[in-house]
């Protein structure tokens, strides 16, 4: 029997056998209970584009006013490229070059 102990981060990590023990355990529930009909099943009754809508709404609910704060005075949102009338690819390489 190996030493070898799983999930060391734990204050009481597994072993090897019960690690094994629980994989068995886990693949014998997911073999009887899940067939390719009761799969296709699960995903037609939680992917559907209405679920998918809504799950999409509350994400974008979450996320607005998120992210970084816009700062007036940054370079992009001065976008000095469209003023010179250059792509902004071009501008970052002449600013690289020492061109502007």
Request: aromatic fraction near 12%; charged fraction near 25%.
């Amino acid at each position: 029997m190996s030493n070898r102990l799983y999930n060391v981060q734990f204050p009481v990590p597994l072993s090897e056998p019960e690690v094994k023990a629980i994989a068995k355990s886990v693949a014998k529930w997911t073999h009887r209970r899940f067939t390719e009909k009761a799969f296709a099943e699960y995903v037609a009754r939680t992917h559907s584009p209405e679920i998918q809508a809504i799950r999409g709404a509350r994400g974008g609910l979450m996320s607005k006013g998120g992210g970084r704060p816009i700062i007036a005075t940054s370079i992009e949102q001065l976008k000095p490229w469209e003023t010179l009338g250059i792509s902004r690819r071009t501008y970052y390489y002449h600013k690289k070059k020492g061109f502007l």
